[in-house]
């Protein structure tokens, strides 16, 4: 029987990660109801950590292979730019490595230079493991397309291995470069008209504006909101809504890079639900009270009356639910509740739902195929190549407008800002102008 220390390195990382994930399946589930909550969170948050490490140290030890090891065997090895190639690729990986404990461990009111570096090798470290994987698997349809035996390719077998790792790394960072450019510009304005069933023409060309997905946190600070609440502010919409994922970090911790969103003004109002991150912070409560104090009002599974500045008579139901994410974590006395949410709105008026996910999007249409319209966020169009494909995949809806049936249309952001990562890579930041028609 092979014991552990004869597992491969990569074997090793793979049970390492597994009692890891094991070790939060049992703290879930035996002490949930002995820890105090906050204590809770901030041991799941750091198994969550521990667990990312442990299965990126499997693909660590692949980079390491293919970028180090490969030509350690190769007369470059001798040269003087090999060690401190050597060197590079380990703090690149470190960095990488340590991107997550930054969340932990360095969030202030603007980004530190460690966690954007951090974040920024994290985002090269997904495009240099899909690129090997991808040349690598290239490779092997080729032998077996070709038909060539190991012998027929001996003789320059060590190029060839030589020049996968260092097309994928051109390759890695070519698309650094371009994803971080992408991402360091303002959002872009996307203006959408959207026909709304049964509004009134009194607040036909209603303007809403639609922020999503900002992740205040250890790679987007305070500069970043004040442009964002500038760039709303000059659109001058009637209504302002924040559907979730506004900040990846407590309240009392990030409280200074909040400030501008005092300067949102909009007349109608400013509306807030929560998205999956809002709950990762455990804080939940906290940030309800400051964004009150900031008069942007969260909905929490409920409803308010958007009432014309024409006529008292004429409104619509704009409803908010909590992000289903809530349930899972059994986070209490939040979760998605529809009914509660849209107590009191009737199909005789225009119903206009914030959900954070696409998901909690379907299944609303799926209870209640009386909503008009439904906004959510979360999708983040994939931010960086090659997420956006399991992000398509994964979601009902993915980026932009979507007609369900006659009467509703669902809208999904592909995100303000972005997670962590300061990188975006077939997706552009967006903030969204929404023109509601009356029919």
Known sequence: MISFKQLPLEAKAAVAAGVVFFSMMLSRSYLAEQLEF????????????????????????????????????????????FVPWKIAVFVFLALAHSSFFTLLFLVAEEPYFFSLAAYTCLGSYILLIFFLFALGSVEQAYKFLAGRSAKAITGNKNSRTAMKPVLAVMLTAVLTVI????????????????????????????????????????????TKLA??????????????VIVGDLTDSEAEIIRPAVEPLGDLNSPLGTYFVTGNHEYYTSDVSNWFELLKSFNIQPLHNENVKIVSPKSTDDWFCLAGVDDIEADALRYSGHGMDLKKALRGCSSE???????????????????????????????????????????????????????????????VSPGTMYFGIPMRLGSRAEITEIILRSP
């Open 38 to 81: 906050r204590t809770r969170r901030r041991l799941q948050r750091l198994q969550m950590t521990l667990f990312a490490n442990t299965l990126m140290l499997i693909g660590s030890l692949h980079v390491w292979r293919c970028t180090v090891t490969t030509f350690s065997r190769s007369s470059a090895a001798s040269s003087f730019c």
């Open 179 to 222: 994803g971080l450019l992408n991402a360091s510009q303002p959002p872009t304005v996307n203006s959408v008209e959207v026909p709304v069933h049964k509004l009134p023409s009194t607040m036909n060309n209603l303007k809403v504006v639609l922020l999503s997905d900002i992740h205040l946190g250890p790679t987007v600070g305070k």
């Open 227 to 240: 442009m964002i609440v500038r760039m709303v502010k000059d659109l001058k919409p009637d209504i302002t």
């Open 349 to 411: 008026h225009a119903i206009v739902l914030l959900a954070h996910q696409p998901i909690a999007a379907k299944w609303a249409l799926q209870e209640r195929p009386d909503i008009n319209l439904i906004l959510s966020g979360h999708t983040h169009g994939g931010q960086m190549f090659p997420l956006n494909a399991g992000a398509y995949f994964l979601n009902p809806f993915f980026v932009g407008l979507y007609k369900v049936g006659q009467n509703t249309f669902v809208y």
